[in-house]
């Protein structure tokens, strides 16, 4: 029975034409055994059988009946070689850019991944969804959105609709001032969490109960990072450590969760348990929309008939018609998000769009090239296509011969590309700012879109010279009257016209983007903030009205020692620093009007709170009326408006406004304030947004001071002030201009991708352009000649092969200034303020791709025109 | 010594071959190896020996009568070849001449 599985096995495995007789061998060996009385033949069998897996005598591994075409592929391979060795610039320059063009692709490719991943990790991502707020105007019609909603909308919705399985609300905090033994941190990434936040959001717990780690005030649970800064490596639950700002509290440690990762939409480095939070009537209050809501959904639920239930609901609460409730899935907030007052800076799904378009054709124009060159060389091949379909080559044959070559071209390319990648890693992530991944090797959908891309370029550059190649005529071509077809030069020339096309759009596009960041960083945003420091004063920690007022009178003193310097020009206060974020301000939903002038409108209006000086130290203009005065008893009921304030209400004249009454609420006699001044619009964060409505509102003792110098002896004095007032608090302070600056980094990231690979790609176009010239004049070599004969100059041949290539660069820009005015405008469009459609430097990058042409050209045509008329007609 | 390309193995399996003259058949050839050398010799071994010395023309083969006691399977039989013979005749005369050049105190041990 074994025996015979084993000549089964052993069956299959043989050489055919070997097996009868070894069989026969095995068999007269186990009778042999048998008849001795040998022990175990059956197994002795099988051991036999099992030494017989030899590569010698084994069944052949392409089990093909034709081993003619095994012979074939042989030869095909190494033809290839040969033709590969022989042709070392056309090899060369194929490698090279095939390598460039992959590595490029898949390294952009890795950071869309990377981009579209946001928030994907937590369990059950799909049904995690955030409810925001939409302010809508009289007709209905959506006039904000704000990323946050109130506190109590979570529970009610969990309470009045079953498709909502679980909830969690939460605030993000400010910077907070934290010591922990002799050590002072200043956090930025803390956020209040209830016990269902890490139900929702599945990061998992190192140390701690999950179920009641929020249980308490005053509990902090830390990611593992921000636990072995402040403790080391110790078990950290239990310790405590204590905040310092903006008010004094001690947190006990309860919990560590693994590091939030990169790419989630809600980053956060601690957890503050939800009951802590100060403001307890926020719970019920409806208008304040001060956190973020997120619920977790049952599975199929329909978001539009959902989002239309929970609406029911929230009339139910806020009836005034003028606000509506958006639920949208958390995983699309990162790219898709179009939301003021978001958590965090978000990616731009457009970017992205762009960053597709600029891999992909990097890659076309890799394969690009090796479509033109090797259809140039085409002629150098015909003899080799002719001798061959005489001998009786079939065309596919052929097909798959010139396929094989360029399936070696793209695996060396393919490999090199890989190797780049892994060694490049390091610089990719730093160009993009993030670490998307660690290692090409370990990230299989690396290898495989690397695999993927091979094959496909394999298929899309070898397959047009393949059919090229393998249509030769053999009487035509072996009779030696051959030409290259005109379709096969009006391909390649539509091709070339594609390179410069590309390469015209993303120079273009490179100097649009520069040109764009240059303007924001340096465009005048109606303020100076140059010489401006900003610094946060600590709370006050009053308990009682008197202990309030000895702090205040100290906060003043402290002022006024600071204004007497002579190297201190202004020191100001305000609620909100300008140079923050899109959403580091306070606003309001409530409907504002002013009275005598117009109704009540809704609308988001935005509001910050300045003292008196504040204006002067970041030179901020009134264009009416006039500032805050401390002295004045009446100005604690004044504001000021901007002048977007009074575009949202159709007011033109702004002195007329002066001395009015604006109104908040629906109230008849409350919320009453006078205007006194009308602010002159200034950009208080990045340029992408336009200058919202915003009121000016008095508060004398703001605690964010802005300090602006005479000279640079002012930051001592400031130093020396501050330990005096402060002596328990670091001196933390920063200038607003890099505050400003920060602003731009993702933008300024975007421009250094987008240079990094438009050169690239330029420089593939260029190998191409290089390697096409030296063929077409060797090609043309004859005619020089003839024309030399003739009486033509260097100059003139040079002149012939220069409108050659400026033709195809006039037709390219034909194609690419359009489509680089297309691309560039709705880039630009995302700006608020933006430069205007820079024609010139359209034009500018022609020229550019111009010279570029003309030096890569420039040695070849000068080679060729130079030769010796007689040496090449010699032959003829 | 690159012309005739013969292993250790595969030249005891020529030399067996040619021993045996006309009745070298694997089975035949296993046993004498066996008894000659005192040494067990795995059918896969001498099978891949003589079918890569029968690419390389060291070895003809013919196929021989059918018997029941190998299952109705024909016996191959192995004969040296001209080619084969030299290779033989090449890595004896190594052999010889090395000997020979030996002097005679290097071998008294």
């Known amino acids: 029975m074994i025996k015979q599985f084993a000549d089964v096995i052993f069956r299959w495995y043989c050489h055919p034409d070997y097996y009868p007789d070894i069989q026969g061998d095995l068999e007269e060996l186990y009778t042999g055994h048998l008849k001795n009385k040998v022990q175990f033949p059956q197994l002795k069998y099988c051991v036999d059988v099992l030494l017989l897996f030899r590569p010698a005598l084994i069944r052949p591994i392409l089990n093909n009946t034709n081993s003619n075409n095994i012979a074939m592929f042989q030869n095909y391979l190494k033809i290839s070689l040969r033709t590969l060795a022989r042709h070392k610039m056309f090899t060369t320059i194929n490698v090279v850019g095939l390598a460039i063009g992959l590595t490029s692709f898949l390294l952009i490719n890795e950071y869309i991944r990377f981009e ?153 480095d601690m957890l503050l348990s939800d009951k802590s939070l100060k403001d307890g009537d926020d719970y019920e209050n409806w208008d304040y929309n001060n956190y973020y809501v997120y619920l977790r959904l049952a599975d199929n639920t329909n978001l539009k008939a959902f989002e239309a239930k929970a609406n029911e609901v929230f009339l139910k609460f806020e ?73 009786g080559a079939f065309k596919h044959q052929l097909v798959i011969q010139f396929l094989c070559e360029a399936f070696i071209i793209n695996l060396i390319g393919g490999l090199v590309a890989f190797f780049a990648a892994e060694l490049l890693l390091p610089f990719f992530n730093q160009l993009i700012g993030k670490t998307i991944i660690l290692h090409a090797w370990s990230h299989l959908p690396l290898v495989y879109n690397l695999i993927v891309f091979f094959l496909i370029g394999t298929l899309i550059s070898g397959f047009y010279p393949a059919l090229v190649l393998s249509g030769f005529k053999p009487i035509a071509v072996l009779k030696g009257k051959f030409q290259n077809s005109k379709s096969g030069i009006i391909t390649r020339k539509a091709l070339v016209v594609f390179q410069f096309s590309v390469s015209l759009i993303l120079i273009a596009g490179t100097v649009i983007v520069y040109k764009q960041l240059h303007f924001m960083q340096t465009a005048d945003i109606g303020i100076s903030v140059d010489k401006v420091i900003h610094v946060q004063i600590p709370d006050s920690e009053a ?147 336009q200058v919202e409505p915003t009121i000016y509102m008095p508060w004398m003792n703001a605690d964010a001071l802005v300090i602006k110098f005479n000279n640079a002896q002012a930051l001592e004095f400031v130093e020396e002030e501050w330990g005096q007032f402060f002596p328990d608090v670091p001196f933390d302070y920063g200038f607003l201009t890099e505050r400003f600056a920060k602003l731009y980094v993702q933008e300024e990231r975007f421009g250094n991708t987008f240079l990094v690979f438009a050169g690239l790609a330029v420089i593939i176009a260029l190998l191409g352009l290089y390697g096409l010239a030296s063929f077409i004049s060797l090609q043309r070599s ?71 042409a003309f030096l890569t050209v420039a040695y070849q045509t000068s080679k060729v025109a130079r030769l010796d008329a007689a040496n090449i007609l010699r032959n003829e | 010594m690159k012309r005739y390309q013969l292993g250790e193995f595969e030249e005891i399996v020529l030399l067996t071959v040619g021993v045996l003259y006309n009745e070298a058949y694997g ?77 005679g105190v290097a071998l008294d041990l």
């Open chain 1, 319 to 391: 009836d005034d018609g003028r606000s509506k409730l958006d639920v949208h899935p958390v995983q699309n907030i990162y790219l898709k998000s179009d939301f003021t007052f978001e958590p965090q800076p978000l990616g731009s799904e457009k970017v992205i769009n762009f960053l597709i378009i600029i891999s992909i054709f990097i890659l076309i124009v890799a394969w690009v090239n090796y479509i033109n060159l090797s259809t140039a060389i085409a002629l150098e091949r015909a003899k080799e296509v002719g001798l061959r379909k005489v001998v």
């Open chain 1, 782 to 852: 004859k005619e020089v000649g003839v024309r030399k004969v003739l009486g033509a100059s260097q100059l003139q041949i040079i002149y012939i092969f220069y409108t050659y290539f400026f033709k195809l660069i006039g037709v390219a820009a034909l194609i690419g200034i359009p489509l680089v005015y297309v691309l560039m405008n709705s880039w630009l469009d995302n700006y608020a303020y933006r430069i205007n459609f820079p024609w010139i430097i359209s034009f500018s990058s022609l020229i550019v791709v111009g010279v570029l």
């Open chain 1, 543 to 689: 308990e009682t009205e008197e202990e309030y007022e000895v702090f205040l009178s100290r906060f003043d003193s402290f002022k006024e020692n600071l204004r007497n310097h002579a190297a201190i020009a202004a020191v100001g206060g305000t609620s909100n620093l300008p140079g923050g974020n899109a959403s580091d301000i306070n606003s309001t939903t409530t409907r504002t009007r002013i009275l005598g002038f117009t109704e009540r409108m809704g609308g988001t209006v935005y509001i910050q709170y300045n003292d008196d000086s504040f204006l002067e130290a970041i030179g901020m203009k009134l264009i009416a009326g006039r500032d805050f005065d401390k002295e004045m008893k009446s100005d604690s009921a004044a504001i000021m408006v901007n002048e977007s304030y009074l575009k949202r209400f159709n007011l033109p004249d702004p002195d007329e406004i002066i001395g009015e009454t604006l109104q908040f609420g629906e109230t008849e006699d409350k919320g009453k304030r006078t205007i006194i001044g009308i602010v002159k619009d200034y950009n208080r964060t990045t340029l992408k947004s």
């Open chain 1, 116 to 268: 579209q991943s946001y928030d994907s990790f937590h369990k059950d991502a799909d049904q995690l969804h955030r409810v925001s707020y939409l302010v809508l105007n009289e007709n209905g019609q959506v006039m904000d959105k704000d990323a946050m909603a109130s506190y109590p909308t979570g529970n009610v919705l969990k309470k009045e609709l079953p498709e909502v399985l679980n909830y969690t609300v939460s605030k993000k905090f400010d910077q907070i001032s934290i010591r922990s033994g002799q050590n002072i941190f200043q956090e930025t990434g803390i956020i209040s969490a209830d016990s269902n936040f890490l139900k929702l959001f599945t990061y998992q717990v190192i140390h701690g109960s999950k179920e009641t780690m929020f249980n308490e005030p005053w509990s902090v649970v830390m990611t593992q990072s921000r636990a072995k800064a402040y403790f080391g490596d110790i078990n950290p639950v239990g310790e405590t450590i204590q905040v310092l700002m903006p008010y004094k509290a001690e947190l006990k440690v309860t919990g560590v969760i693994e590091d939030v990762p990169d790419n989630t939409h809600y980053k956060f």
């Open chain 2, 27 to 103: 089975v035949a050839i296993k046993g004498e190896i066996e008894s000659r050398l005192k040494r067990k010799v795995s059918v896969g071994a001498m099978q891949s020996a003589l079918r890569r010395m029968e690419k390389k023309g060291f070895i003809d083969s013919r196929l021989g009568e059918v018997n029941r006691l190998r299952g109705g399977k024909p016996k191959r039989y192995f004969t040296i070849t001209a080619y084969g013979r030299d290779a033989l005749q090449h890595s004896q005369d190594v052999r010889l001449s090395l000997w020979n050049d030996i002097p």
